[in-house]
């Protein structure tokens, strides 16, 4: 490869939209139908029905939505964005049913979900497309399974994210409302998403989730009935009873002094994470992830953003009891704060116990030109591939921050099913794309998926030149696909369609995941 001359236009080269039809739906089938096109006051226009499906350890609830989408700009774009949004129906919130102490009961879940689609008056035939998040216990290879297909017959409709606690946060940060508050704010804000078994962490500056962790203290590691009887312990709870001295098994009583200590040692435990405090002994052993990286402290955060169950406790958005901690731990957590954070960081969250995804909707239908890198069309059509978006700061090495991308969706290494999304140094040169490269080859050839495809999005016109070094320098053995000029970000899914025509149009459609605004709470 000549290093200096590069054939997709490393020196401004722009998409030409000639060749793709004024319809983005014409022409690909392979995607399914995304709605119907209607000219509105001279731009086209989607109407989706969309449902958000949450299955959590400690709850589940749905969420039906209305989404309003129109093509971007000029009458030839390719893009639409979300115009207008209002949720139709939200269904009352349920606590997850067991059948054992972690098998959930599938059969209440179908129910709970066949009935909310009867209150809301849809069926599945009448949704367009949706979002299931599996976290919590409901992530367990038992439950998984069962959970994952009651919605199989609808996998081309659904985006499924499983969500274990650091993807778990940082979908918290996005549905509850503080990355939005950051971004719009310039700041930096923590969200603490307090739930029933865990409470996630998510440090957001400027509008980008840079770091997750989770511990294990929540309001239900204990559960009792109406009349104080222990219905579910944890195993963390045990711990935690032992180191207080208290002793507790299921069937017998809970009295009031031993929900307050209770509460009291998860929310100390909880403020040393909070503070960025050396963790010994049963804090270390809580901690479920590695601590928040590169985090100073509370003195670096300007605005402080509850979610969760527990969330609606310490807003006072409820009083009631349902047979767990929450009160206590509320109660306990506000008084913490005042010995951790300054006066007045805490925000209002748009959503508390409900910060969780409304639906997948925002369709962006793009396209790559003729600049794309297909090193084979089997891998041709993918569907539902996630992206992960490393950031880098131009020193950081590539492949570090590959992994930390990785990392906030409780990855260890490249798997099938992701698309690495890259931004490109400009002005992008060899020597850029070749440490590009060399950092991707090192994460993708380390671990058990050296044979699954390897999906890459850029936002520059550079993907046959990074194709061409991956495949004809490095000798990368899978299948590479790159496509460029695409916009997608944290938590977006794409589907990647056959190349179309003479100049080889790849069509690529980005589905965000969609979350309540201020307005809708």
Same mark, same amino acid.
């Given at each position: 490869?000549?290093?200096?001359?590069?054939?997709?236009?490393?020196?401004?080269?722009?998409?030409?939209?000639?060749?793709?039809?004024?319809?983005?739906?014409?022409?690909?089938?392979?995607?399914?139908?995304?709605?119907?096109?209607?000219?509105?006051?001279?731009?086209?226009?989607?109407?989706?029905?969309?449902?958000?499906?949450?299955?959590?350890?400690?709850?589940?609830?749905?969420?039906?939505?209305?989404?309003?989408?129109?093509?971007?700009?000029?009458?030839?774009?390719?893009?639409?964005?979300?115009?207008?949004?209002?949720?139709?129906?939200?269904?009352?919130?349920?606590?997850?049913?067991?059948?054992?102490?972690?098998?959930?009961?599938?059969?209440?879940?179908?129910?709970?979900?066949?009935?909310?689609?009867?209150?809301?008056?849809?069926?599945?035939?009448?949704?367009?497309?949706?979002?299931?998040?599996?976290?919590?216990?409901?992530?367990?290879?038992?439950?998984?399974?069962?959970?994952?297909?009651?919605?199989?017959?609808?996998?081309?409709?659904?985006?499924?994210?499983?969500?274990?606690?650091?993807?778990?946060?940082?979908?918290?940060?996005?549905?509850?409302?503080?990355?939005?508050?950051?971004?719009?704010?310039?700041?930096?804000?923590?969200?603490?998403?307090?739930?029933?078994?865990?409470? #996630?962490?998510?440090?957001?500056?400027?509008?980008?989730?840079?770091?997750?962790?989770?511990?294990?203290?929540?309001?239900?590691?204990?559960?009792?009935?109406?009349?104080?009887?222990?219905?579910?312990?944890?195993?963390?709870?045990?711990?935690?009873?032992?180191?207080?001295?208290?002793?507790?098994?299921?069937?017998?009583?809970?009295?009031?002094?031993?929900?307050?200590?209770?509460?009291?040692?998860?929310?100390?435990?909880?403020?040393?994470?909070?503070?960025?405090?050396?963790?010994?002994?049963?804090?270390?052993?809580?901690?479920?992830?590695?601590?928040?990286?590169?985090?100073?402290?509370?003195?670096?955060?300007?605005?402080?953003?509850?979610?969760?169950?527990?969330?609606?406790?310490?807003?006072?958005?409820?009083?009631?009891?349902?047979?767990?901690?929450?009160?206590?731990?509320?109660?306990?957590?506000?008084?913490?704060?005042?010995?951790?954070? #300054?006066?007045?960081?805490?925000?209002?969250?748009?959503?508390?116990?409900?910060?969780?995804?409304?639906?997948?909707?925002?369709?962006?239908?793009?396209?790559?030109?003729?600049?794309?890198?297909?090193?084979?069309?089997?891998?041709?059509?993918?569907?539902?591939?996630?992206?992960?978006?490393?950031?880098?700061?131009?020193?950081?090495?590539?492949?570090?921050?590959?992994?930390?991308?990785?990392?906030?969706?409780?990855?260890?290494?490249?798997?099938?099913?992701?698309?690495?999304?890259?931004?490109?140094?400009?002005?992008?040169?060899?020597?850029?794309?070749?440490?590009?490269?060399?950092?991707?080859?090192?994460?993708?050839?380390?671990?058990?998926?050296?044979?699954?495809?390897?999906?890459?999005?850029?936002?520059?016109?550079?993907?046959?030149?990074?194709?061409?070094?991956? #495949?004809?320098?490095?000798?990368?053995?899978?299948?590479?696909?790159?496509?460029?000029?695409?916009?997608?970000?944290?938590?977006?899914?794409?589907?990647?369609?056959?190349?179309?025509?003479?100049?080889?149009?790849?069509?690529?459609?980005?589905?965000?995941?969609?979350?309540?605004?201020?307005?809708?709470?």
């Amino acid at each position: 490869m000549d290093h200096d001359e590069f054939e997709d236009g490393l020196h401004g080269h722009s998409h030409s939209h000639d060749n793709f039809p004024d319809d983005p739906h014409e022409d690909l089938d392979d995607f399914g139908d995304v709605g119907e096109a209607v000219e509105i006051e001279g731009m086209e226009m989607l109407t989706i029905r969309s449902v958000g499906i949450d299955i959590g350890s400690s709850t589940s609830h749905l969420v039906f939505s209305q989404l309003v989408l129109r093509r971007e700009g000029a009458a030839f774009s390719s893009r639409f964005r979300v115009t207008d949004r209002q949720v139709l129906y939200r269904s009352p919130i349920m606590l997850t049913p067991y059948v054992s102490g972690t098998l959930i009961d599938t059969d209440n879940i179908r129910e709970f979900v066949r009935q909310s689609y009867e209150e809301a008056g849809f069926t599945p035939e009448t949704v367009d497309t949706g979002a299931v998040v599996i976290t919590g216990e409901a992530l367990k290879k038992e439950n998984a399974r069962p959970i994952s297909e009651l919605f199989a017959k609808e996998s081309g409709k659904f985006i499924c994210a499983s969500a274990g606690p650091n993807h778990e946060a940082l979908l918290a940060a996005h549905g509850c409302g503080a990355v939005a508050l950051s971004k719009d704010e310039s700041a930096t804000v923590l969200n603490i998403d307090v739930g029933g078994g865990t409470t #996630k962490l998510s440090l957001i500056r400027n509008g980008v989730v840079t770091s997750t962790a989770a511990v294990t203290v929540g309001a239900r590691l204990i559960a009792f009935d109406e009349e104080n009887q222990i219905t579910r312990l944890e195993e963390p709870a045990l711990d935690l009873l032992n180191e207080i001295g208290r002793i507790l098994a299921v069937g017998r009583a809970i009295s009031e002094s031993v929900k307050e200590d209770f509460a009291a040692r998860m929310s100390e435990i909880l403020a040393l994470v909070i503070r960025n405090a050396p963790l010994t002994g049963i804090a270390e052993r809580f901690l479920l992830t590695d601590p928040l990286e590169d985090y100073q402290g509370p003195s670096e955060v300007d605005y402080v953003v509850f979610s969760g169950g527990v969330s609606e406790y310490i807003y006072d958005h409820d009083a009631a009891s349902y047979g767990d901690l929450g009160p206590q731990f509320a109660r306990h957590i506000r008084e913490s704060l005042k010995t951790v954070f #300054k006066e007045g960081v805490v925000r209002e969250a748009s959503e508390g116990i409900r910060a969780t995804v409304i639906g997948a909707g925002e369709y962006t239908v793009q396209a790559s030109g003729g600049t794309s890198h297909l090193s084979g069309l089997d891998s041709l059509p993918a569907f539902g591939l996630q992206v992960v978006r490393p950031y880098m700061n131009g020193q950081e090495s590539v492949e570090r921050a590959i992994q930390s991308a990785l990392a906030k969706f409780d990855l260890t290494e490249f798997a099938p099913g992701l698309a690495l999304a890259l931004e490109v140094e400009e002005p992008p040169n060899y020597r850029s794309l070749k440490r590009l490269a060399d950092g991707i080859s090192s994460v993708v050839n380390n671990g058990d998926a050296t044979d699954v495809p390897v999906f890459i999005v850029l936002d520059t016109d550079v993907a046959k030149s990074l194709g061409g070094i991956l #495949k004809e320098e490095l000798k990368l053995s899978q299948d590479v696909v790159v496509v460029d000029g695409i916009d997608v970000g944290d938590l977006d899914y794409l589907d990647i369609g056959l190349p179309m025509g003479i100049s080889e149009v790849v069509p690529v459609t980005v589905k965000s995941l969609i979350f309540p605004t201020k307005e809708e709470s």
